[in-house]
């Protein structure tokens, strides 16, 4: 299973809300040859670590695709480049943030994040806006380095990460 995480919390000049962000997001990611199996709700979330930033908005795609760890990454980069991102500072605001959260269950050996490419995202299980939505559509998927469910992972978090799900407009 291939796991993305997705985030926005800038206005973006074409798509306006990050909402509308996500969800073109996720038309361009399925107009790139990769199948999109399920995908969580949209989240509302605060920005972690905390700071004055506008909130997140957040989901999580399963997808299927022929790519490798490194041409998933460079996908998801393209989509951001295309989406206007910039990457100035590490958590900084941003119109979209792609994540590979977990590639089948690889675990690449640097998980020190000095160089390349690290899968399982080496934050994920600390991050309520990657577990609530993963654990929504993945309830069962289990890290392959800590070996616990999403929803366990999500249990385990201390009450200070604030997310709410986005209503469905009806």
């Known amino acids: 299973m291939i796991l993305i995480g997705m985030g926005a919390n800038l206005h973006h000049p074409q798509f306006g809300e990050p909402l509308n962000s996500l969800k073109a997001a996720v038309e361009e990611i399925r107009n790139r040859n990769v199948m999109i199996v399920s995908q969580s ?3 509302r979330s605060a920005p972690v670590p905390i700071s004055d930033q506008p909130w997140f908005v957040n ?4 997808v ?3 790519l490798n760890v490194s041409g998933i ?6 989509v951001e480049f295309v989406f206007g991102r910039v990457r ?4 900084e605001a941003r119109v979209l943030d792609l994540d590979l959260l977990a590639y089948h269950d690889d675990v690449t050996a640097n998980q ?9 995202h080496p934050h994920m299980h600390e991050r309520a806006f990657v ?11 289990s890290h392959p380095v800590l070996n616990k469910s999403a929803a366990s992972l999500l249990e385990g978090l201390a009450g200070d990460q604030v997310f709410e799900i ?3 407009e009806t």
């Open 88 to 91: 100035k500072e590490k958590w």
């Open 166 to 168: 986005i209503p469905v």
């Open 112 to 120: 020190d994040q000095k160089e390349g490419s690290v899968v399982p």
């Open 131 to 141: 577990l609530a939505p993963l654990a929504e559509i993945q309830p069962d998927w």
């Open 41 to 43: 709700s949209y989240y």
């Open 73 to 78: 990454l460079s996908l998801l980069h393209d």
């Open 64 to 66: 299927e695709t022929d």
């Open 59 to 62: 989901a999580v795609l399963t």
